[in-house]
């Protein structure tokens, strides 16, 4: 089956956009299961962003959660 490693990551981006009263801040963190070398891969992650509303001054947060396979030929 070959090696496989772990690799966590984060990753932060932010944006400010004109038409928006606050900046546009996405935050992202998970975890990378690498099977048999760089081949195959399963990620599990948690996103965490904002959603404006045209009405409402106030940002509303939501989170979800990713599960992801990717293989490669």
């Known amino acids: 089956m070959g090696s496989s490693s772990i690799m966590p ?4 981006q932010s944006a400010d956009y004109d038409r ?3 900046n546009m801040n996405f935050f992202t ?3 990378n299961l690498l099977l048999n070398g760089h081949k195959s891969k399963v990620t599990i992650a948690y996103e965490n962003r904002p959603v404006f509303f045209a009405d409402k001054p106030d ?3 939501k ?3 990713i599960l992801q396979y990717q293989i490669s030929f």
């Open 20 to 22: 928006l009263s606050k």
């Open 59 to 61: 940002v509303v947060r």
């Open 9 to 12: 990551y984060v990753s932060v």
């Open 63 to 65: 989170g979800s959660g």
């Open 29 to 31: 963190a998970g975890v």
